[in-house]
């Protein structure tokens, strides 16, 4: 069964650090894109950034919004993506999702269970 | 990287059809034919509908049906039913990046 468990976040004040882990189960960690997906309290999702596989050299890509403050990651010895949050805003408040895409003869999107970040003095 | 535009709300009646847009540029929508529509329920994770611009996953009805045109997306709800009044976004990808709708309610009647 393909799981997608993730961890941290949290309340942290502006300006301050947060890192969100995903651990993956059930498929191979290694040869897939994780992407991360935000939903800030009552509005619409909004992509923050993914990272390929290393046949695509950990490549990764950022929305212009978090750009230079987040940094997206992946161990594959551990299964797990993490997203590391700096010099966080109040707008960043949101829940996290990590998701994963797999393609074989079916398409079929996994989501993590979603993670709140709050971001408040 | 503004939202690509989808209208706010839609509604409908049980059995009628609905569509929704989604506008972006030729940089995201019209460049590539990567759009995914998911359909979000309430404190609910997302599902995807629709990929790679027309295609159904396993398990989603047939009723929903997506498509393109330049730099605007559609997804077609046929036979509206009342367990289809949910949130709706689409995701297009950009090269560089990937972007989601503002996201459109649907109100089944």
């Known amino acids: 069964e393909v799981q997608l468990v993730q961890s941290g976040g949290g309340l942290v004040q502006p300006g301050g650090s947060l890192k969100v882990s995903c651990a993956a189960s059930?498929?191979?960690?290694?040869?897939?894109?994780m992407t991360w997906v935000r939903q800030p309290p009552g509005k619409g999702l909004e992509w923050v950034g993914r990272?390929?596989?290393?046949?695509?050299?950990?490549?990764?890509a950022y929305a212009a919004s978090v750009k230079g403050r987040f940094t997206i990651s992946r161990d594959d010895s551990k299964n797990t993506a993490y997203l590391q949050m700096s010099n966080l805003k109040t707008e960043d408040t949101a829940i996290y999702y990590c998701?994963?895409?797999?393609?074989?003869?079916?398409?079929?999107?996994?989501w993590g269970q979603g993670t709140l970040v709050t971001v408040s003095s | 990287q503004s939202a690509l535009t989808q209208p706010r709300s839609v509604s409908g009646s049980p059995g009628q059809s609905v569509t929704i847009s989604c506008t972006g540029t030729?940089?995201?929508?019209?460049?590539?034919?990567?759009v995914s529509w998911y359909q979000q329920h309430p404190d609910k994770a997302p599902k995807l509908m629709i990929y790679?611009?027309?295609k159904r996953p396993s398990g989603v009805p047939d009723r929903f049906s997506g498509s393109k045109s330049g730099n605007t997306a559609s997804l077609t709800i046929s036979g509206l039913q009342a367990e289809d009044e949910a949130d709706y976004y689409c995701?297009?990808?950009?090269?560089?990046?990937?972007?989601f709708g503002s996201g459109s309610k649907v109100t089944v009647l």
């Open positions: 998701l994963t895409r797999l393609v074989n003869t079916l398409v079929v999107d996994y």
């Open positions: 059930g498929f191979k960690f290694s040869g897939n894109t």
């Open positions: 990272i390929r596989s290393k046949a695509d050299n950990d490549a990764t």
């Open positions: 030729s940089s995201d929508v019209g460049g590539y034919n990567y």
């Open positions: 790679d611009v027309n």
């Open positions: 995701l297009s990808y950009g090269g560089t990046y990937s972007i």
